[in-house]
């Protein structure tokens, strides 16, 4: 006997579950738009938290201090750059918005300001980034400020060293220190970013670990953590411990997965279903079919197949890592509609013979081709689909590691992504009625 297949039916179809994706879904919502979204696990889990826009320019040394007159400069330097085909003031939008979202959600970001915010990596080096949460605000003031501050880390945690830490910064950080505490109820062994998170969400754990913590504050007046102040409520945990203690608290990312990036995963994954997102997590797209009343992707799943019949697409299925892209032995394909990549001539080419090669690897910036609209094209230049729009880091002609941009390409291209759908919904309903 044949299974049942599932239908859903969606203005538009969000295909990927990483940053973009979940992005396009945020604008999506927020424009009263019917939206489904399908996604295999995205590398949202393995992001730091912190959302960077634009951090390192491959012609300039250092840190860019002003991401908005970086981007200026990116135009004419580099204006195949996703980036450089949206123009500030929706960057900005795209950022506010989405911060906004998630502030209402329940996870406080700062807001995105004129400047970079100079913050702290697990390994005690410092990256540029354009909006931190607000469980990690205060660590960028009190490193500006110089503030007396000690570094806590937990026995029994890997990929976090406190000690690590204060040997990088010290020279930078004078009144900076570390000390070691154990973890309530986890004293014996490995212990774990994510089970401590959760644990902080009981008020009795909090308050046990806020005592261990008042034993090592010493003449601190600004305790740095390792990201692990509860998973669905992170501003009320950290403003408890605050008060228990009496000294202001900052998180600090861990080596991922880590908690930042599952919070903000679990966060709007049970967000989105509320405001009326299908999403349909865990899965991947196994094909996609273009007809003149709109498109239809294929999904399956333990319990058969579903169907999803979508006026507009956008696709944010990411490079490698999610799945976007495949490499193979002589060439690198997009599975899921075989779009031309742009990609070096060869393998060989791939990449420089130096991992640490100053001009970066050519194959992070293969990706495909999209046209003013952000419309994926065909290789002869054509958009594949006028209802076919794309997201994130799937486009060709950035190296979002090296330029510290990988939230700031997602964000902005879904924002631009969802605006030219919109544009077509309006169109095709003003043409129908």
């Given at each position: 006997m044949s299974e049942e297949i599932r239908h859903f039916t969606a203005q538009l179809a969000v295909i990927g579950?990483?940053?973009?994706?979940?992005?396009?879904?945020?604008?999506a919502v927020n424009r009263k738009i019917a939206t489904a979204q399908i996604?295999?696990?995205?590398?949202?889990?393995y992001t730091t938290g912190y959302l960077d826009l634009l951090g390192k320019r491959?012609?300039?040394?250092?840190?860019?201090?002003?991401?908005?007159?970086?981007?200026?400069?990116?135009?004419?330097?580099?204006?195949?750059?996703?980036?450089?085909?949206?123009?500030?003031?929706?960057?900005?939008?795209?950022?506010?918005?989405?911060?906004?979202?998630?502030?209402?959600?329940g996870l406080a970001y700062s807001h995105a300001g004129d400047r970079n915010i100079t913050a702290l990596t697990p390994a005690g080096t410092l990256k540029p980034t354009l909006c931190v949460p607000a469980t990690m605000a205060a660590g960028?003031?009190?490193?500006?400020?110089?503030?007396?501050?000690?570094?806590?880390?937990?026995?029994?945690?890997?990929?976090?060293s406190g000690r690590e830490l204060v040997a990088n910064l010290r020279d930078r950080w004078p009144g900076l220190t570390t000390e070691r505490i154990g973890f309530p109820d986890m004293a014996r062994g490995e212990v774990y970013p994510e089970v401590m998170a959760r644990a902080l969400e009981v008020p009795a754990t909090r308050e046990k670990f806020a005592a261990a913590l008042k034993t090592v504050v010493g003449q601190a007046t600004?305790?740095?953590?390792?990201?692990?102040?509860?998973?669905?409520?992170?501003?009320?945990?950290?403003?408890?411990?605050?008060?228990?203690?009496?000294?202001?608290?900052?998180?600090?990312?861990?080596?991922?997965?880590?908690?930042?990036?599952?919070?903000?995963r679990?966060?709007?994954?049970?967000?989105?279903p509320r405001k009326g997102v299908a999403l349909i997590p865990q899965h991947k797209v196994t094909s996609l079919v273009f007809a003149d009343d709109g498109a239809t992707l294929s999904v399956s799943d333990s319990f058969g197949p579903i169907r999803v019949h979508a006026q507009t697409?956008?696709?944010?299925?990411?490079?490698?890592?999610?799945?976007?892209?495949?490499?193979?032995?002589?060439?690198?394909?997009?599975h899921l509609l075989g779009l031309p990549v742009t990609q070096p001539g060869s393998r060989t080419d791939w990449y420089c013979e130096r991992y640490t090669d100053i001009r970066g690897h050519a194959i992070h910036r293969a990706g495909i081709e999209v046209d003013a609209a952000f419309r994926p094209l065909r290789q002869d230049g054509r958009p594949y689909d006028e209802r076919l729009f794309a997201a994130g880091v799937?486009?060709?002609?950035?190296?979002?590691?090296?330029?510290?941009?990988?939230?700031?390409?997602?964000?902005?291209?879904?924002?631009?992504?969802?605006?030219?759908?919109?544009?077509?919904?309006?169109?095709?309903h003003a043409a129908a009625g």
């Open positions: 579950s990483g940053m973009a994706g979940f992005a396009a879904s945020v604008f996604g295999n696990t995205g590398a949202l889990a491959d012609d300039a040394p250092g840190p860019v201090d002003d991401p908005w007159q970086a981007l200026e400069k990116l135009r004419v330097t580099r204006p195949d750059h996703p980036l450089s085909r949206i123009p500030n003031s929706d960057i900005r939008r795209g950022f506010d918005e989405f911060t906004s979202f998630l502030g209402e959600c960028p003031r009190a490193y500006a400020a110089n503030t007396p501050c000690v570094i806590v880390d937990i026995a029994g945690l890997k990929g976090f600004v305790i740095g953590l390792p990201a692990i102040l509860g998973m669905h409520a992170p501003d009320r945990v950290r403003a408890e411990l605050e008060t228990l203690t009496g000294v202001e608290i900052f998180e600090i990312p861990t080596m991922p997965p880590s908690v930042p990036g599952i919070r903000l679990e966060l709007l994954e049970q967000v989105l697409v956008i696709l944010a299925t990411g490079r490698f890592l999610s799945g976007g892209l495949e490499a193979h032995p002589a060439m690198i394909r997009e799937i486009i060709a002609h950035q190296d979002w590691i090296r330029g510290r941009s990988g939230a700031g390409i997602a964000i902005a291209s879904a924002y631009k992504a969802v605006s030219e759908a919109v544009k077509y919904l309006s169109a095709h």
